[in-house]
Structures are given as C-alpha cells and as structure tokens.
C-alpha cells in the first residue's frame, strides 16, 4: 500500500543528489538533500508544515533556509523597474513571434474551403480494394463421439 520512506519523502518535493565529478562526500557529509519550495504568507504554508512533520515522524532531519547567500543581489524592484522588466520581457515575447520561421506557409490556400467528395469507409482507412469472403468448407471437420449428437440437429 505505501512505498518506502524515500519514496514518500519524493513525494512531497524534490531530493538533489550530488553529481559526478565532485567530491566524495565524508563520512560526517550527506550525499544528498531534500528541498522544497515554499511562498511565504500563502495558504502553502499549512501544506508546508505537515510536510515537515511528516518529514520527522519519518526520521528525517530538516533546516528551513530563508536567505541564500548572494540571494541580496536580486532585491525587491521599485514600480518603475517592475514595468521595465515587464516591457522587456513583452518585447523578447514579440520580436520571437515576428521572427517565426514561414518558409512552408503558402498564402494562396488562405480561404479555400473544405469540399465534400463521394467515398467510403474502407478507402479512408486503407481498404479499399480489398474482398472478404466467407465460406463454408465442404468436408465437416471429424468430431468426437461425444459431440455426434449436436450435429444431428
């Protein structure tokens, strides 16, 4: 019914294992680490909390990170940068949609419309052509004594 422990822990976010190339972690070190990304001030917050719970009822250990170091640099922005970031960012969305590739587009098939024509089922799926036939073979296939009786019918 439930999976194991570390099953259920990747249930309720994200485990970030270390990747090659980097160190082997001591003995003290752990290899990897569960996180999970929580607004504060939101409704998330009762959720994120019985997580946690969850998290120590299974024996794990927890730290709640609220600042990340260099996390400064990216302050919050005034209503004037607010609005420039957004016209940036709507202007990258525009000049994408203007440069869209439309080398296969040919404009004089803008406008015609749909014709019905005369056909069947078995020409749309690839039958056509095709014949079924049923037959009955001349010889009755030899039965057992037992089941004579129901031919007689």
Not at 8 to 36: C, M, T, V, W
Not at 61 to 77: H, N, Q, R, S, T
Not at 89 to 102: C, F, G, I, R
Not at 107 to 112: F, K, L, M, S
Request: glycine share 10%; proline share 4%; charged share 30%.
């Amino acid at each position: 019914m439930y999976g194991s422990r570390r099953q259920e822990a990747q249930r309720l976010g994200r485990i970030l294992r270390a990747k090659k190339g980097q160190p082997k972690p001591g003995p003290e070190d752990y290899n990897a680490h569960f996180y999970s990304l929580v607004s504060k001030d939101t409704a998330e917050m009762y959720f994120s909390t019985k997580r946690q719970q969850f998290l120590v009822d299974q024996g794990y250990a927890f730290e709640v990170i609220d600042k990340v170091p260099g996390m400064d640099k990216y302050g919050i922005l005034t209503k004037a940068q607010e609005k420039n970031l957004l016209a940036a960012v709507l202007d990258a969305m525009d000049n994408e949609t203007q440069e869209e590739d439309l080398s296969g587009f040919d404009p004089d098939t803008v406008g015609r419309k749909a014709g019905r024509r005369k056909g069947n089922l078995s020409g749309l799926s690839g039958g056509e052509g095709m014949v079924y036939n049923e037959y009955k073979s001349k010889q009755p296939k030899a039965r057992h004594a037992l089941f004579k009786h129901r031919d007689k019918r």
